[in-house]
């Protein structure tokens, strides 16, 4: 990127920003400078800039620069900059480019390994860094844009070296310019003072007494605050549900959160925790989040906001969090604040939700980890629903950015969803047929014009020891009457044992049927926070797509394959009708092979190739057209072989590369990254691109999916022309290849004693009778994760290796706007030389 490209965006008779001129290149032994320069705009992000070829190549950095190798930052390309840059710290007006404060945050020299000018054309510069604050081993990683995406993406990762930390955060640690001391908000009230506060040398600490971080407060507090006594409960402000966010300008969103809104409040450090009907629930969530809500730098507040589980994948889950509960469990809780009511004798709900949030972010510590401030997106909605939507979210809150805080459903607040929710009431059980004393299934129903309607049931979602304690709550308030107003079909009937309603669940479901039956639901939790007479349906419940329906009949339909996350066999077949579309074409008419387990994953586990006794006939026999003699293989042929595996047991599907109208061509060529426990994600990412540029190089196309496990799969449609024998040769040198160009990265060899810190290269999936997880499937693992497709851009550390799920993926699928593996073996080529 020219200098021109820099000029041309800045008026220099207005900025006091450095005109500067590209200077001569360095000669490859000189020093280099880098510089991290933090920049107050319209978001605060931070600046990481190299010197190379005379000027300041240069990144933004949204979350600033990281030493915890496991947070690898977006880091966006941005134009050149001139040298002169590194030392400039001052205020860019407002209305000029990038306006703002900006303070030289880090200073220093960098080293790269290798050919500079190689590394930054391929994507990949590996580079040390010598400043104040970062130092050791750096990667900066080019990901793969979208056909037509304008700014180009790199990612920011810390190595794993002595100067690592995983703990603590640098940013909020070390604050203060590393030219003057100075920190940007006294830099913001007076650019030109030279005053500098290191004492001998030191930088400013930031660790100060909790009584102390209050006084930020008395610098004026935001307009429409006023003195006044703590108000009662307060009532909640609601979002109202529409489709879609709004659009428009003044507005900002936020990622809808899946738990229990609370109401937090504060005096003198005692804490209250009220739901959202007001009822006091301090004693629900244990000890811990207590104690750190006491901790706060506050005598008096009102906090809004919601207290959830994350699972291992980072997304909160409300069926986590009602597991925990039922455990007694609470070392798991976190908090995440969105609003702020009153604090230290001021009532803030009529100042601009901006200001509110503005004060609130200054109360909770970054490194907090049971309280976090609720993050906002000033995008446009759509963009940020969509985001939402590719990872599987429950969807986004949209408020407006100047409106008070106003109780009840004032139309300030809107929400969207990526997935259909509704709140229903329990109006029956069915016991299970695979577990004592616990619930097969539940009956729902909602209220219309004061009549309780039924709904249909629901048969998945829940752990053992929910099932349990649901059949413990349900069976104590059975009833002989119907509570349901219409009349219930004899399947509906059969089995059911009436409750009276008084018990509220939130249901996650695919489409209602015509006849306003849930399809494909999952129960996702209790929801004591609310009245049964309430429920009622929202706006935008209504008839949706159908999916295939299948002969094959599930026998112990409530049977729970993964206990932990409440899966039942009745879950999965629905979770195969939903992507059906989707994994049809990786499953159908190739030989098989099969993980089985009866028992579910804690169970005994079989893998298996041929038939066993009392398979169901969907399940088809095959003979090996190699192997005439031997035991045949199988293969299914439509959706009721898929149902019929589900019956069976099977959890995961690992095909051939190739299908049985051309078994000796493979169609697909499977290469699984598989990293040793040290390995980063972000090297796992940078193997994968790699791997991609390689396979491109070579005239083929590359399609990317998690493993479901630790690592990724790249993936090649093929044109069915090259032998099995061929196919394997190209990936085995594709993998010989890597582990010659970076043997301390990669290795082609399976040997477990040499794969500390190195990505195990497994082109073995290649050969003839060999196998990979197909897409879409499940794996028998914790968690109940898929082997999820993804477009090159989703590569981040937003989504890992198991991030996408039984009960999160449907979402996903539904919700895509573009399908990132739509033609996947519409881009077959023939097999070249590798190159």
Known sequence: MPLETYQAKRNFKVSPEPRGARKPAAATDNVLSFVVQKHDATRLHYDFRLEMDGVLKSWAVTRGPSLNPDEKRLAVHVEDHPLEYGDFEGIIPKGQYGGGTVIVWDRGTWAPHGDIHKAYKKGHIEFDLDGEKLKGRWHLVRMHGKPGESRENWLLIKAEDEEARHKGDILKQRPESAKTGRKIEQVAKNPDATWNSRPNGKAETTDKPAAKRVSSFKRGWPDGAHKAEMPDFVEPELAKLKASPPGGEGWIHEIKFDGYRLQIRIENGHVVMLTRNGLDWTEKFGEPILKAFAKLPL???????????????????????????????????????????????????????????????????????????????????????????????????????????????????????????????????????????????????????????????????????????????????????????????????????????????????????????????????????????????????????????????????????????????????????????????????????????????????????????????????????????????????????????????????????????????????????????????????????????????????????????????VVTPLAPKANWVQVKAFAKALADSMSKDSPDKYLATATKAKRNGKIFVDYLRNGRGNTAVAAYSPRARKGAPVSMPLGWEELTDDIGPAYFTIANSPIRLQTLRTDPWAGFFDAALPLQKLK
């Open 299 to 713: 005598k008096t507040a009102i906090l809004d906001g919601e207290l959830v589980v994350e699972q291992a994948n980072g997304a909160s889950d409300f069926s986590a969090l009602q597991s925990d509960l039922s455990e007694g469990r609470s070392d798991r809780f976190k908090f995440y604040a969105f609003d702020l009511l009153y604090l230290d004798g001021h009532d803030i709900r009529e100042a601009k939700l901006l200001d509110r949030k503005r004060v609130l972010e200054t109360l909770i510590a970054e490194d907090d980890e049971l309280l976090r401030f609720s993050m906002h997106f000033s995008e446009k909605g759509s963009v940020v629903l969509e985001h939402a939507r590719n990872l599987a979210l429950e969807g986004i809150i949209s408020k407006r950015e100047d409106s008070a805080y106003t109780s009840g459903r004032s139309g300030d607040w809107v929400k969207s969803k990526c997935s259909k929710r509704q709140e229903l009431v329990i109006g029956g059980y069915v016991p299970s047929t695979a577990t004592k004393q616990a619930i097969g299934s539940l009956a729902m129903g909602y209220y219309e014009g004061g009549k309780l309607m039924h709904a249909g049931r629901v048969g998945t979602g829940y752990s053992v020891t929910l099932a349990q304690s649901l059949y413990e709550d349900l069976s104590k308030i059975e009833q002989k009457k119907s509570p349901f107003d219409n009349a219930l079909s004899a399947d509906e009937r059969r089995g059911l044992v009436y409750v009276k309603p008084k018990l509220v669940a939130e249901i996650e479901f695919q489409a209602w049927s015509s006849d306003h039956k849930l399809r494909h639901a999952a129960f996702r939790g209790l929801r004591d926070d609310k009245p049964a007479g309430e429920v009622t349906l929202e706006a935008d419940t209504k008839p949706t797509i159908e999916t295939p329906q299948s002969d094959v009949s599930l026998t112990h339909p409530d049977r729970i394959y993964w206990p932990d996350e409440g899966v039942t066999k009745q879950g999965l077949a629905d979770y195969y009708a939903q992507v059906w579309q989707f994994i049809r074409p990786f499953v159908v008419q190739r030989p098989l092979a099969l993980l089985r387990c009866p028992d579910g994953i804690g169970g005994q586990k079989f893998f298996q190739k041929h038939a066993w006794k009392g398979m169901n006939a969907h399940i088809e026999q095959i003979v090996d057209p190699k192997d005439r003699g031997g035991e045949k293989l199988l293969r299914i042929a439509d959706f009721d072989g898929l149902v019929a595996l589900v019956q069976s047991a099977v959890l995961e599907i690992h095909p051939w590369g190739s299908t049985t109208a051309n078994w000796e061509k493979p169609d697909i060529i499977t290469m699984d990254l598989d990293p040793a426990d040290d390995v980063s994600w972000g090297e796992v990412i940078a193997a994968a691109q790699e791997l991609k540029q390689r396979l491109e190089a070579s005239g083929l196309a590359a399609f990317v999916k998690t493993s479901g496990g630790k690592g990724l799969h």
